[in-house]
């Protein structure tokens, strides 16, 4: 077991930051024949870190540029390894196009962010890519049509230690990351930083608190709630936390708001979501299915589906309310774990392109 470090815990730079940092590096050399090192970018919510490069290799309208990813004091596998960008010439009106190099996984299965037959680069981290090859093109009046091709050394034998071969992610690893940001993993100071925001929020008297999964459905309460900052706790996958916490320490209302995956595992009963931990029970989806009115051919498609969305999106082709069925159940789970709390509870489940698909209680 990894030993928690004394003292604050430091925070990391995912692999989908890396990547955007060693593409602008690569693209910079291609354009200008020099490799920008340090190297500095803008993550999502407007941090400019710098990183040092530990790749550099420019040949004939192509560079390579790598960067060893620093995850702080989490426990990440990938601590150490080298993320490499290379980046060539694209075809005329091509646009940003992406390849996985060796490490980096294929998607093979549905069900995930992107689709069968692509690198397995999540869609922030692809963002994150285009945005620093626009900025480089509009500065040197360049197309910006380029290929992308993304490698981690040793990232196929370190994709044995994740999920990734359960759910059909071949070849190596995911580029991932929503912010950029690897907040250290540690069940103690995750736990003790939610039960200090709902100290202060009691304190501040307020009268609603939210907790999310993760920035997806953060946003998606921002959208439905004008709350101030310290309204929102930093849930991530530790329901139960909160839950216990505010069950004796209420604030009047509370929003829950998560991936339907991680909601079905709270429906199912389940107050810590992480997937280490705890997972999703494809016969139990398969049973609500069936419990909606769905057939036994859609029932045994949902067991032998490859992640929980896909089952969502088969619900969903057929007009079965399964994500409202996700939320009254996990709404259910939470009002169990607060006991006669004088607190009430709004859940909603929301889609991976921050759409509210599911919603009870408030």
């Given at each position: 077991?990894?030993?928690?470090p004394?003292g604050?815990?430091?925070?990391?730079?995912?692999?989908?930051?890396?990547?955007?940092?060693?593409?602008?590096?690569a693209y910079?050399?291609?354009?200008?024949?020099?490799?920008?090192?340090p190297?500095?970018?803008?993550?999502?919510k407007?941090?400019?870190?710098?990183?040092?490069?530990?790749?550099?290799?420019?040949?004939?309208?192509?560079?390579?540029?790598?960067?060893?990813?620093d995850?702080?004091?989490?426990?990440?596998?990938?601590?150490?390894?080298?993320?490499?960008?290379?980046v060539?010439?694209?075809?005329?009106?091509?646009?940003?196009?992406?390849?996985?190099?060796e490490?980096?996984g294929?998607?093979?299965?549905?069900?995930l962010?992107?689709?069968?037959?692509?690198p397995?680069?999540?869609?922030v981290?692809?963002?994150?890519?285009?945005?620093?090859?626009?900025?480089?093109?509009?500065?040197?009046?360049?197309?910006?049509?380029?290929?992308i091709?993304?490698?981690?050394?040793?990232?196929?034998?370190?994709?044995?230690?994740?999920?990734n071969?359960?759910?059909?992610?071949?070849?190596?690893l995911?580029?991932?990351?929503?912010?950029?940001?690897?907040?250290?993993?540690s069940?103690?100071?995750?736990?003790?930083?939610?039960?200090?925001?709902?100290?202060?929020?009691?304190?501040t008297?307020?009268?609603?608190?939210?907790?999310?999964?993760?920035?997806?459905?953060?946003?998606?309460?921002?959208?439905?709630?004008?709350?101030?900052e310290?309204?929102?706790?930093?849930?991530g996958?530790?329901?139960?936390?909160?839950?216990?916490?505010?069950?004796?320490h209420?604030?009047?209302?509370?929003?829950?708001?998560?991936?339907?995956?991680?909601?079905?595992?709270l429906?199912?009963?389940?107050?810590?979501?992480?997937?280490?931990?705890?997972?999703?029970?494809?016969?139990?989806?398969a049973?609500?299915?069936?419990?909606?009115?769905?057939?036994?051919?859609?029932?045994?498609?949902a067991?032998?589906?490859?992640?929980?969305a896909?089952?969502l999106?088969?619900?969903?082709?057929?007009?079965l309310?399964?994500?409202?069925?996700i939320?009254?159940?996990a709404?259910?789970?939470?009002r169990?774990a607060?006991?006669?709390?004088?607190v009430?509870?709004?859940?909603?489940?929301?889609?991976?392109?921050?759409?509210?698909?599911?919603?009870?209680?408030?």
């Amino acid at each position: 077991m990894t030993r928690k470090p004394d003292g604050p815990l430091r925070r990391g730079w995912t692999t989908g930051a890396c990547a955007a940092a060693a593409t602008k590096a690569a693209y910079g050399a291609v354009l200008t024949g020099v490799f920008p090192d340090p190297v500095t970018i803008r993550l999502p919510k407007g941090e400019q870190p710098a990183f040092a490069l530990a790749v550099e290799v420019l040949g004939d309208g192509w560079a390579s540029a790598g960067i060893v990813k620093d995850a702080g004091d989490d426990p990440d596998v990938t601590h150490g390894a080298t993320v490499i960008a290379t980046v060539r010439r694209g075809a005329a009106g091509s646009g940003v196009c992406f390849r996985a190099g060796e490490g980096v996984g294929t998607v093979t299965l549905p069900g995930l962010p992107v689709p069968p037959g692509e690198p397995a680069v999540n869609p922030v981290p692809r963002r994150m890519m285009a945005e620093v090859v626009a900025e480089l093109a509009a500065a040197h009046g360049d197309p910006g049509d380029v290929v992308i091709e993304l490698s981690i050394p040793g990232g196929e034998a370190l994709a044995g230690k994740t999920w990734n071969p359960r759910l059909g992610i071949v070849g190596g690893l995911s580029i991932l990351g929503t912010t950029g940001v690897v907040v250290p993993f540690s069940c103690a100071a995750w736990i003790h930083s939610i039960h200090r925001g709902i100290d202060v929020a009691r304190a501040t008297g307020l009268d609603r608190v939210v907790g999310c999964t993760g920035s997806t459905s953060e946003e998606a309460v921002r959208r439905r709630h004008a709350l101030p900052e310290t309204a929102y706790l930093d849930m991530g996958d530790f329901a139960g936390g909160l839950l216990k916490y505010l069950r004796a320490h209420p604030v009047p209302h509370l929003t829950l708001a998560g991936g339907f995956a991680k909601f079905a595992k709270l429906a199912e009963g389940h107050l810590d979501l992480h997937s280490g931990r705890s997972q999703v029970g494809m016969d139990w989806l398969a049973g609500q299915l069936a419990d909606l009115g769905g057939d036994e051919d859609l029932a045994a498609a949902a067991r032998g589906a490859n992640t929980a969305a896909e089952v969502l999106g088969l619900a969903t082709a057929v007009g079965l309310p399964l994500a409202g069925r996700i939320a009254e159940l996990a709404l259910a789970t939470a009002r169990e774990a607060l006991r006669d709390a004088p607190v009430t509870v709004e859940l909603l489940v929301v889609d991976r392109q921050g759409a509210v698909v599911g919603e009870a209680g408030g």
